[in-house]
């Protein structure tokens, strides 16, 4: 049985390379994380400009922590139960 050579290797979730140390692992976590922040930011900044011009046209607003009013992004952060919930 051959077995290949391969410079690195992607198991279990974790990057794996042929010196055994933990660069490349770390390099793709850094690169997953700077794509979800940037796509957080974007969102940010998506929400905001969407509650400011409801506000002005309007006069709607969206409840406080929410990206975009009446649309529950689940990263409000407050937990717990709300009053609706019962």
């Given at each position: 049985?051959?077995?290949?050579?391969v410079k690195?290797?992607?198991?279990?979730?974790?990057?794996?390379?042929?010196?055994?140390d933990?660069?490349?692992?770390?390099?793709?976590?850094?690169?997953?994380?700077?794509?979800?922040?940037?796509?957080?930011?974007?969102?940010?900044?998506?929400?905001?400009q969407?509650?400011?011009?409801g506000?002005?046209?309007?006069?709607?607003?969206?409840?406080?922590?929410?990206?975009?009013?009446?649309?529950?992004s689940?990263?409000s952060?407050?937990?717990?139960?709300?009053?609706?919930?019962?």
């Open positions: 049985m051959d077995i290949d050579t690195s290797y992607k198991y279990l979730g974790v990057h794996l390379n042929d010196s055994l933990w660069s490349d692992n770390t390099n793709a976590l850094v690169k997953k994380g700077n794509s979800r922040l940037f796509l957080l930011r974007r969102l940010s900044l998506l929400g905001q969407h509650h400011g011009q506000q002005e046209e309007n006069g709607q607003t969206g409840e406080e922590g929410q990206l975009c009013p009446g649309m529950p689940g990263l952060g407050g937990g717990g139960k709300r009053e609706d919930d019962g």
